[in-house]
């Protein structure tokens, strides 16, 4: 009579575990079982935007108290600080209002030489990065 082993044979074990492995229909647990994966998290890079300088140009026809209105109306500034700005502009013959994105020193470049332009003053407002 054959004689039946208490011990399997560990070769055909890892076989069989091979076998199994080999299928991701069996890894999961049968066709119907969802798959699972590993999702991990990376952390974006992401690179702080240029600055840019908005400056205004002196000239001899815009009034210093226009320029101070501008940087009250359109930066923000207080009458003191308007004021300091506007006698650095006209003494070193430019100043700077402030620093923003692109989008935003663009923009306030526009609102100033338009502004200007409907008071009929040529003062100039330019930007450049910084």
Same mark, same amino acid.
């Given at each position: 009579?054959?004689q039946l082993?208490?011990?399997?044979?560990p070769?055909?074990?890892?076989?069989?575990?091979?076998?199994?492995?080999?299928?991701d229909?069996?890894?999961?647990?049968g066709?119907?079982a969802p798959?699972?994966?590993?999702?991990?998290k990376?952390?974006?890079?992401?690179?702080?935007p240029?600055?840019?300088?908005v400056?205004?140009l002196n000239?001899?026809?815009t009034?210093?108290?226009?320029?101070?209105?501008?940087?009250?109306?359109?930066? #923000?500034k207080?009458a003191?600080?308007?004021t300091k700005?506007?006698?650095h502009?006209?003494?070193?013959g430019?100043?700077?209002?402030?620093?923003?994105?692109y989008?935003?020193?663009?923009?306030?470049?526009? #609102?100033?030489?338009d502004?200007a332009?409907?008071? #009929?003053h040529?003062? #100039?407002?330019?930007?450049?990065?910084?």
């Amino acid at each position: 009579m054959p004689q039946l082993s208490s011990r399997p044979d560990p070769s055909a074990a890892a076989a069989a575990h091979a076998a199994l492995m080999s299928n991701d229909e069996n890894r999961s647990g049968g066709p119907s079982a969802p798959n699972t994966s590993v999702i991990t998290k990376v952390k974006p890079k992401t690179k702080r935007p240029n600055l840019y300088r908005v400056l205004i140009l002196n000239d001899d026809y815009t009034p210093m108290e226009f320029v101070v209105h501008v940087l009250e109306k359109f930066f #923000q500034k207080d009458a003191e600080a308007a004021t300091k700005i506007m006698l650095h502009v006209h003494h070193h013959g430019i100043g700077e209002c402030g620093v923003f994105t692109y989008e935003i020193a663009e923009t306030k470049v526009t #609102q100033v030489m338009d502004f200007a332009r409907k008071h #009929q003053h040529p003062l #100039q407002c330019v930007m450049e990065k910084k």
